[in-house]
């Protein structure tokens, strides 16, 4: 990112959990773009690292760690209260799919990690976000989902059903925390990233014809999205799920 075009500060925050790349960090970008600062978190340092420098030292931070680990949330807050002095906006992008195949065969110890790393850290750093920040000053909660969990998915079940579990948890928070925090979802169909390559790889051109809109997503698609659930203009919109598909769920229909 050029620094040199980057506009004046917004004066707000934002804490994005998976941003070292994907589409964590085509959020990161997108809020950088229009003036925000950011904390992005993840797993690997160096891959941190190397998002902060492109996205501008002076405009963001990173803390490594596992999204599941209570103590990584809490760091994570801190580490943004003691940057930039405030945190408006938390972003859930930080996600697992380790298993592919049938629920019939599913490991339960898998399932359970899913469930933990997908849904119970988001409802974590919510917590945390809230209590350091949220609770007295507002914002706005955006959570990461996806089409696989408004809608059957074969051979990722466990992780269709742990993004249903956050879809559900976008209403619970957007009703407890209102009026002073929004909170909703984005359920992105297939975005060319290294987490998706499995669901497109080595067959691009097939996945994509059945796409209305004759493309897969890339990040700054639902960064674009995420930036719009963040913004004044989405003043008036809580507790809802945003549907990125590129068309896809048309082919649903009769005919």
């Given at each position: 990112m050029d620094n040199a075009r980057l506009p004046e500060p917004t004066g707000r925050v934002a804490l994005v959990t998976g941003g070292s790349r994907g589409i964590g960090y085509g959020i990161a970008e997108a809020l950088v773009a229009r003036g925000d600062r950011v904390c992005v978190t993840g797993r690997g340092e160096e891959a941190l690292k190397a998002a902060v420098e492109r996205l501008?030292?002076?405009?963001?931070?990173?803390?490594?760690?596992?999204?599941?680990?209570?103590a990584h949330q809490a760091v994570a807050v801190e580490r943004t209260m003691e940057a930039f002095g405030r945190v408006d906006y938390l972003v859930n992008n930080a996600g697992t799919n380790p298993v592919f195949g049938p629920m019939a065969e599913l490991d339960l110890n898998v399932a359970r990690k899913v469930y933990e790393t997908n849904v119970i850290s988001a409802l974590g750093f919510a917590q945390q976000t809230w209590r350091?920040?949220?609770?007295?000053?507002?914002?706005?909660?955006?959570?990461?989902?996806?089409?696989?969990?408004?809608?059957?998915s074969p051979f990722v079940g466990a992780y269709g059903m742990s993004k249903a579990a956050m879809i559900n948890l976008?209403?619970?928070?957007?009703?407890?925390?209102?009026?002073i925090v929004r909170v909703n979802a984005i359920a992105p169909a297939v975005v060319k990233t290294k987490f998706a390559e499995a669901l497109y790889e080595g067959r691009e051109a097939e996945v994509t014809a059945a796409y209305p809109l004759g493309r897969l997503g890339v990040p700054a698609d639902i960064g674009?999205?995420?930036?719009f659930l963040t913004s004044d203009e989405s003043g008036w919109i809580t507790g809802q799920t945003l549907v990125v598909d590129g068309g896809i769920f048309l082919n649903a229909g009769v005919g």
């Open positions: 501008g030292p002076d405009r963001a931070v990173y803390v490594a760690g596992k999204a599941h680990d209570e350091a920040w949220q609770k007295e000053n507002g914002g706005a909660i955006v959570n990461i989902a996806s089409v696989a969990g408004v809608a059957a976008t209403l619970q928070l957007a009703h407890e925390f209102a009026p674009g999205a995420a930036a």
